[in-house]
C-alpha cells in the first residue's frame, strides 16, 4: 500500500511539473502576442497622425479612443494585461517628452525563449528575463532604390 502511494505521488509531481512548464509557455506565447499587439496599435497610431505632428500617445488608453479624430477611430481592442504576471502592470518606455514609445513587463522571470525573436511589428532581442523584451514598433524599412532597366539595343 505504501508502495502504491509512493509511486502515485511521484507520478503525480512529474504531472504538475510538466503541467507547470506547459503553463508557462503559454503565458509566454500570449506575451508576445499581446506585446506585438501594442506595437502595432503604436505603429498605427503614429501612421494615423493628422498633419506634421506624429507624435506617440502619452496614454495607453490613446490607443482605444484616438480623439485626434471627428469619427471613432480605435488602434487596440482593449489594454490587455501582462499574461506573465497576471495583471496590468506593464512598464511604460517613454521618451525624453514622455510619450510612449514600447511597453515591456514588469517580470524578471526567466523566458523559455532565449534567442532573438522576430515580431509581425516588433524585434526582440536574446534576453535572460522578460522584463528585457521590449515591445515597440520596428522602425520602418528604407525604401529600396529604384531599378534602372537598359533598353536592348536592336
Not at 499581446?34 to 490613446?62: C, K, T
Not at 515591456?104 to 535572460?128: F, G, M, T
Amino acid at each position: 500500500m505504501l508502495l502504491t502511494l509512493a509511486m502515485v505521488s511521484a507520478a503525480a509531481s512529474v504531472v504538475a511539473a510538466r503541467w507547470a512548464d506547459q503553463d508557462a509557455r503559454t503565458r509566454e506565447q500570449q506575451l508576445l502576442r499581446i506585446g506585438d499587439q501594442y506595437a502595432r496599435a503604436l505603429a498605427d497610431y503614429l501612421a494615423a497622425a493628422p498633419g506634421q505632428d506624429r507624435r506617440p500617445p502619452q496614454q495607453l488608453q490613446q490607443l482605444l479612443l484616438d480623439t485626434r479624430f471627428a469619427g471613432t477611430r480605435r488602434h487596440l481592442r482593449a489594454l490587455y494585461p501582462d499574461p506573465v504576471t497576471g495583471r496590468p502592470d506593464w512598464v511604460l518606455v517613454r521618451d525624453a517628452r514622455g510619450d510612449i514609445i514600447g511597453l515591456h513587463s514588469a517580470s524578471v522571470a526567466q523566458p523559455w525563449a532565449q534567442v532573438a525573436l522576430s515580431l509581425a511589428h516588433c524585434e526582440l532581442p536574446a534576453a535572460r528575463r522578460y522584463a528585457d523584451w521590449v515591445f515597440q514598433p520596428s522602425p520602418p524599412s528604407p525604401p529600396s532604390p529604384p531599378t534602372q532597366t537598359r533598353k536592348a539595343s536592336s
